[in-house]
T-cell receptor, first 115, second 110 residues
Framework: SAVISQKPSRDICQRGTSLTIQCQVD?????MFWYRQQPGQSLTLIAT?????????ESGFVIDKFPISRPNLTFSTLTVSNMSPEDSSIYLC????????????FGQGTRLTVV | QKEVEQDPGPLSVPEGAIVSLNCTYS??????FMWYRQYSRKGPELLMY????GNKEDGRFTAQVDKSSKYISLFIRDSQPSDSATYLC??????????FGKGTRLHILP
């Protein structure tokens, strides 16, 4: 199994500001995934981060709002830009699952509150 | 019809009881089925991972997949207060994204 470290674990931010969430994996992986978990809702895939190429965003998510970096095979960042209270959620980094015959593993999540 | 349906609960059962958690789905292409446990303020933790139909057992946990009925289950035997958490079902067809249920909140009463 993969060990995924995510930080910060939580933050309270002012509306209009941006927050960058970091995700570190203990092994090299081709793809990393970013999810959002809103209260009472299922996990929703935001984007897939591939090393050396642009991230692939799911319907309803755009690069200007959620820019992603993937500088190497063990690290990725997700930025939540120009935040509003609607962005208050848990953001999760994940590896495995898609395109691979392996299960998906998750970081501990970043609990974001926008005030 | 949503792709994955899961009763949100909460489900409260006495300690020692057998717990049954279920999900139904609509996409017959799903081949990989997973159950995650998520404690409050933590990320999802993989409990069971099953490919195609059948049963899989791991300690007190048993996962069942019935592809003909598009129905999956997780059974917890000898439930403990430490099993109190939200349980998420998830499924995929390998090359497409994983689809999650909304989760069932489980409370084991001492």
């Amino acid at each position: 199994s993969a060990v995924i470290s995510q930080k910060p674990s939580r933050d309270i931010c002012q509306r209009g500001t941006s927050l960058t969430i970091q995700c570190q994996v203990d092994s090299q992986v081709t793809m990393m995934f970013w999810y959002r978990q809103q209260p009472g809702q299922s996990l929703t895939l935001i984007a897939t981060a591939n090393q050396g190429s642009e991230a692939t965003y799911e319907s309803g998510f755009v690069i200007d709002k959620f820019p992603i970096s993937r500088p190497n095979l063990t690290f990725s960042t997700l930025t939540v830009s120009n935040m509003s209270p609607e962005d208050s959620s848990i953001y999760l980094c994940s590896v495995g699952g898609r395109f691979q015959n392996t299960e998906a593993f998750f970081g501990q999540g970043t609990r974001l509150t926008v005030v | 019809q949503k792709e994955v349906e899961q009763d949100p609960g909460p489900l409260s059962v006495p300690e020692g009881a057998i717990v049954s958690l279920n999900c139904t789905y609509s996409n017959s292409a799903f081949q990989y089925f997973m159950w995650y446990r998520q404690y409050s303020r933590k990320g999802p933790e993989l409990l069971m991972y099953t490919y195609s139909s059948g049963n899989k057992e791991d300690g007190r946990f048993t996962a069942q997949v019935d592809k003909s009925s598009k129905y999956i289950s997780l059974f917890i035997r000898d439930s403990q207060p430490s099993d109190s958490a939200t349980y998420l079902c998830a499924m995929s067809d390998r090359d497409d994204k994983i689809i999650f249920g909304k989760g069932t909140r489980l409370h084991i009463l001492p």
